[in-house]
């Protein structure tokens, strides 16, 4: 009998870690892992539609609502199809086949080498790319806030098309599908680089190539619905989990740690920007307070897997302080009409926080420790070194790029709406419809 109990605890011991592990191997898939991907993919793809399509579409005029919520949707059906098409081969090639410094190899194109028994480490391959799939998506989404309200829709859809191809895809190599920088030992976790500065680089050009809104600088150009723009930033705040903590491509102490010092960051950098607000020009305001967060979210992820809950405080805090300052720079200082403050916000909390990552995640800054230097780095300046690198590279190739493919669309389709059009708002002009009937 006491041999019949000891056997049955050994199968029910058995029974469990089969289930807990998906039913397979320790280096087959992992059912845990598996799991808080699919929700993490979810979360992300919940940060474009609704949570960025709400955040933008009540930040610009009443005649306008529809054109951003129609971008972001649009963007989210195109930009996938192209990432299963092209996107993804370019930036992670396939399986097996070692990859050249720059792009991925081609043997992906429409995911011809994945099958639904394919397998990313513990993960199916068909999980990873739908998960990368949603950073594919969000990121030209994020430039939209730039041009809102007087791109032709035609000229966003191929610009942002090409653009991914020839810009996202490309450093998605470098930095994490086997390229020069992730080789070099670049930390940026959840797409500083990737993400951040890429989109906030695009936007800065797209914002000079294209111009100013009529009336911009002496009419004022107030959100015509804030309500709506703080429901869009509670989506982003607990999207932002699977796009961080989900980059641990697992259920572990990292994806904890990411989840963690994301939340920390991002109500720092709200508290942050709405204390800026309040000493600078006597009140707090619900926008400044949103796009603190927001600040704080975007600096917070290049450093999300290397940095701790302290680093974090910190790197939040910096975030709303430094991206205000940048907002009023661009806006008040350089009269550049990046509409929404991609580039202060994206592109500057990018930066700020790749570069803070070198310094974060050094182990020997007591409370302040993160878990350590990669690739040939040994000190804190050897890191910071690389971040820059990283930085400097990503910042320089998406300015051309993005410069030359916005020339090139504007000689086909032509970037902007004409004055008429503007005046009247592209909601009835570019889609017949209005966002109100009141």
């Known amino acids: 009998m006491a041999r019949l ?249 990292t994806a904890a740690m990411a989840m963690l010092v994301t939340h920390l960051s991002a109500a720092c950098g709200s508290l942050a920007w709405m204390a800026m607000e309040w000493i600078r020009h006597g009140k707090p305001s619900v926008l400044g307070i949103v796009t603190g967060m927001v600040a704080g979210l975007g600096t917070i992820t290049p450093a999300s897997g290397s940095v701790g809950p302290a680093g974090a405080v910190v790197i939040g805090l910096t975030a709303g302080v430094v991206c205000y300052f940048a907002t009023q720079l661009i806006k008040n200082t350089f009269k550049i009409d990046d509409s929404l403050d991609v580039f202060p916000v994206h592109g500057v909390g990018g930066i700020l926080g790749t570069l803070l990552a070198g310094v974060f995640c050094a182990t020997n800054l007591g409370v302040f420790s993160g878990n350590g230097f990669t690739g040939d780095a040994t000190s804190i300046g050897g890191q910071l070194y690389i971040q820059a690198t990283g930085v400097v590279a990503t910042f320089v190739y998406t300015g051309i790029a993005s410069y030359i493919l916005l020339k090139l669309v504007d000689m086909v389709v032509s970037l902007r709406v004409d004055s008429e059009e503007e005046n009247q708002g592209l909601d009835l002009v570019l889609h017949d419809e209005r966002g109100y009937n009141l």
């Open 5 to 253: 109990i000891r056997h049955s605890y050994a199968f029910g011991l058995l029974l469990t870690t089969l289930l807990a592990s998906g039913g397979a191997n320790a280096d087959e898939l992992n059912g845990a892992d598996t799991a808080w991907i699919l929700t993490s993919t979810a979360l992300v793809l919940f940060m474009t539609i609704p949570g960025l399509s709400l955040f933008y579409a009540g930040l610009v005029r009443v005649k306008n609502v529809l054109s951003l919520l129609m971008q972001c949707f649009a963007l989210t059906c195109l930009m996938s199809l192209l990432w299963f098409a092209i996107g993804y081969t370019i930036a992670f090639g396939s399986d097996g086949v070692e990859q050249g410094p720059f792009i991925g190899d081609f043997g992906n194109v429409f995911f011809a080498a994945m099958s639904m028994d394919s397998m990313n480490g513990a993960i199916p391959s068909t999980l990873f790319a739908t998960f990368q799939m949603t950073f594919a998506v969000i990121t030209p989404a994020l430039i939209v806030g730039a041009f809102a309200e007087r791109m032709r829709f035609s000229a966003m859809l191929l610009f942002s098309s090409l653009w991914l191809i020839l810009v996202y895809a490309p450093v998605c190599h470098w930095v994490w599908g086997g390229g020069w920088l992730g080789d070099m030992g670049l930390q940026d976790f959840a797409g500083g680089t990737v993400v951040h500065i890429t989109a906030g680089v695009a936007a800065l050009v797209t914002a000079l190539v294209i111009g100013p809104r009529k009336g911009f600088g002496t009419t004022p150009l107030p959100p015509h619905n804030l309500t709506i723009t703080v429901v869009g930033a509670g989506m982003l705040w607990v999207g932002w989990f699977g796009f961080n903590a989900g980059s641990a491509l697992a259920a572990d102490n």
